[in-house]
C-alpha cells in the first residue's frame, strides 16, 4: 500500500522515463531487421501481439478477398473471424485438436478454391506445443501467387525463421517468447506487396488497427515524426531484450530453444509417457505439451506439480483439460528449469497415483542436455 506521507521525490526508475527518440525508434527497427536479415519494413505495434494479428487482419481483409486461414488453436481462429468482420471469404484449413497442420489439407484447399489472395498460418504454437509447416505452406502460398501471413509471435527466435526466403508478405514477431522481451508492444514485418494489398483494402482512418496509417505517418515521412506516444518503458525493454539477443546470437538461440525441447521430450519418454505431440519434427521449441492420464483432472496435476514449485500451463480451446505444457522460453530454455519441469510433473503424476521412473527422467534430462553442450 502507498504511503501517503511519504515524499513526491523519491525516485523510481518506472516513473519519469524520457519519452523515445525518433530515432532510438529508428534504431530498433533496424536492429530487427538486421537479426531477422529482411528487406521487409518494421512497424511497431504499440500493445501485445494479438492486436498486431487484429491489425494485420483488419488492415488487409476486403470484400472479394479470399483467403485459406490454418487453424491450429485459437489464436488461427481469431484471425479468420478478423478476415471475415472485413468481408473476406474464408477457408479454415482445421487440424486435429492440439496438433499441427497437415500441407496436404492446405494445398487440397487452395484447389479447391482455384483463386486463393491470401494464406495466414501460425508458425510454432505455444498454445499447444505443435509445429505447423511453414516450408510447404509458403511454397503452396507461392504458387498460388497469394499473400502469405506468419503468426511467428512463438516461434520468433526458437525456430528458424527466413522471412525473405519463403516469401513472407506480413510477419507479426511477439518479444515476449523465445526473444525474452516484454509484452506490451509488437512487431511486424510488411513486404511492398503487403502495402499494395493493404491501399486495396477499406481503411477507417485514423485507427490503431490500420498497418498502413502506421507507415503513413512514420515511415513515409521519413521516420523523422513518431507514430503517436511510444510507451518508454517497454521500449527500453525491447531494446535491452535485442541487446541480449544481439550478444548471444540468434543461431545460438534458437539453438538453445531446440535442445531445451528435446531434453524436455527425452525426459518425458523416459518418464513412460508419450510427448503430446509424437513427432519431434512437429512439435514446437518453446513449449513441450505432456498429456493429463486418463482418471486425473487437470487442475489436479497442475496443483500437484505446483507444490514441487513448477508451474504448468493448461492447454487452450478443445484441449484444454487434456495437456499441461512445459514452458522453457526464453531465459528458460536452460538446463535447471527444464530439468524441473519434467520431475515435477513426474513427481505430480506419482503422487496422483501413476507409475513413473523419475530416476530415469531426469538421468535422460541430464543425458540430453549434456550431449549437445
Given at each position: 500500500?502507498?504511503?501517503?506521507?511519504?515524499?513526491?521525490?523519491?525516485f523510481?526508475?518506472?516513473?519519469?522515463?524520457?519519452?523515445?527518440?525518433?530515432?532510438?525508434?529508428?534504431?530498433?527497427?533496424?536492429?530487427?531487421?538486421?537479426?531477422?536479415?529482411?528487406?521487409?519494413?518494421?512497424?511497431?505495434v504499440?500493445?501485445?501481439?494479438?492486436?498486431?494479428?487484429e491489425?494485420?487482419?483488419?488492415?488487409?481483409?476486403?470484400?472479394?478477398?479470399?483467403?485459406?486461414n490454418?487453424?491450429?488453436?485459437?489464436?488461427?481462429?481469431?484471425?479468420?473471424?478478423?478476415?471475415?468482420?472485413?468481408?473476406?471469404?474464408?477457408?479454415?484449413?482445421?487440424?486435429?485438436?492440439?496438433?499441427?497442420a497437415?500441407?496436404?489439407?492446405?494445398?487440397?484447399?487452395?484447389?479447391?478454391?482455384?483463386?486463393?489472395?491470401?494464406?495466414?498460418v501460425v508458425?510454432?504454437?505455444?498454445?499447444?506445443?505443435?509445429?505447423?509447416?511453414?516450408?510447404?505452406?509458403?511454397s503452396?502460398a507461392?504458387?498460388?501467387?497469394?499473400?502469405?501471413?506468419?503468426?511467428?509471435?512463438?516461434?520468433?527466435?526458437?525456430?528458424?525463421?527466413?522471412?525473405?526466403?519463403?516469401?513472407?508478405?506480413?510477419?507479426?514477431?511477439?518479444?515476449?517468447?523465445?526473444?525474452?522481451?516484454?509484452?506490451?508492444?509488437s512487431?511486424?514485418?510488411?513486404?511492398?506487396?503487403?502495402?499494395?494489398?493493404?491501399?486495396?483494402?477499406?481503411?477507417?482512418?485514423?485507427?490503431?488497427?490500420?498497418?498502413?496509417?502506421?507507415?503513413?505517418?512514420?515511415?513515409?515521412?521519413?521516420?523523422?515524426?513518431?507514430?503517436?506516444?511510444?510507451?518508454?518503458?517497454e521500449?527500453?525493454?525491447?531494446?535491452?531484450?535485442?541487446?541480449?539477443?544481439?550478444?548471444?546470437?540468434?543461431?545460438?538461440?534458437?539453438?538453445?530453444?531446440?535442445?531445451?525441447?528435446?531434453?524436455?521430450?527425452?525426459?518425458?519418454?523416459?518418464?513412460?509417457?508419450?510427448?503430446?505431440?509424437?513427432?519431434?519434427?512437429?512439435?514446437?521449441?518453446?513449449?513441450?505439451?505432456?498429456?493429463?492420464?486418463?482418471?486425473?483432472?487437470?487442475?489436479?496435476l497442475?496443483?500437484?506439480?505446483?507444490?514441487?514449485?513448477?508451474?504448468?500451463?493448461?492447454?487452450?480451446?478443445?484441449?484444454?483439460?487434456?495437456?499441461?505444457?512445459?514452458?522453457?522460453?526464453?531465459?528458460?530454455?536452460?538446463?535447471?528449469?527444464?530439468?524441473?519441469?519434467?520431475?515435477?510433473?513426474?513427481?505430480a503424476?506419482?503422487?496422483?497415483?501413476?507409475?513413473?521412473?523419475?530416476?530415469?527422467?531426469?538421468?535422460?534430462?541430464?543425458?540430453?542436455?549434456?550431449?549437445?553442450?
Amino acid at each position: 500500500m502507498t504511503n501517503p506521507s511519504a515524499s513526491h521525490d523519491i525516485f523510481d526508475p518506472l516513473l519519469d522515463v524520457p519519452p523515445v527518440a525518433a530515432n532510438a525508434y529508428g534504431r530498433l527497427a533496424d536492429c530487427v531487421k538486421r537479426l531477422f536479415d529482411t528487406t521487409s519494413d518494421i512497424l511497431f505495434v504499440q500493445a501485445e501481439a494479438l492486436l498486431a494479428l487484429e491489425a494485420a487482419a483488419a488492415s488487409l481483409a476486403r470484400p472479394g478477398l479470399a483467403a485459406v486461414n490454418v487453424v491450429t488453436s485459437p489464436y488461427g481462429a481469431y484471425f479468420g473471424a478478423w478476415l471475415r468482420r472485413g468481408g473476406a471469404a474464408v477457408t479454415d484449413v482445421v487440424a486435429e485438436p492440439g496438433q499441427p497442420a497437415e500441407a496436404a489439407a492446405v494445398a487440397a484447399a487452395i484447389t479447391e478454391l482455384g483463386k486463393v489472395d491470401l494464406v495466414a498460418v501460425v508458425h510454432a504454437e505455444a498454445a499447444n506445443g505443435s509445429l505447423n509447416p511453414l516450408d510447404e505452406v509458403a511454397s503452396l502460398a507461392r504458387e498460388a501467387g497469394a499473400l502469405l501471413v506468419v503468426d511467428a509471435v512463438a516461434s520468433a527466435g526458437g525456430h528458424p525463421l527466413d522471412i525473405d526466403a519463403l516469401g513472407i508478405d506480413l510477419c507479426v514477431l511477439g518479444p515476449q517468447k523465445a526473444l525474452g522481451g516484454p509484452t506490451g508492444l509488437s512487431m511486424v514485418a510488411v513486404s511492398q506487396r503487403a502495402f499494395s494489398a493493404m491501399a486495396d483494402a477499406a481503411r477507417p482512418a485514423p485507427s490503431l488497427l490500420s498497418l498502413l496509417d502506421i507507415k503513413e505517418a512514420w515511415l513515409d515521412r521519413g521516420r523523422g515524426a513518431l507514430p503517436g506516444t511510444p510507451p518508454p518503458l517497454e521500449f527500453r525493454a525491447l531494446g535491452a531484450a535485442l541487446d541480449r539477443l544481439e550478444a548471444e546470437g540468434l543461431p545460438a538461440r534458437i539453438a538453445r530453444h531446440q535442445r531445451a525441447a528435446r531434453a524436455s521430450r527425452a525426459g518425458l519418454r523416459a518418464l513412460g509417457v508419450a510427448p503430446w505431440i509424437a513427432d519431434d519434427g512437429r512439435a514446437s521449441a518453446l513449449v513441450t505439451a505432456a498429456p493429463v492420464p486418463e482418471g486425473i483432472a487437470a487442475d489436479d496435476l497442475i496443483d500437484a506439480a505446483a507444490r514441487f514449485g513448477v508451474s504448468l500451463g493448461r492447454g487452450f480451446g478443445d484441449i484444454e483439460h487434456r495437456l499441461v505444457r512445459f514452458d522453457h522460453t526464453g531465459v528458460r530454455a536452460a538446463f535447471p528449469p527444464v530439468l524441473a519441469n519434467v520431475v515435477a510433473y513426474g513427481a505430480a503424476l506419482e503422487e496422483l497415483g501413476q507409475r513413473v521412473d523419475l530416476g530415469a527422467a531426469a538421468a535422460a534430462v541430464t543425458a540430453a542436455w549434456q550431449k549437445e553442450g
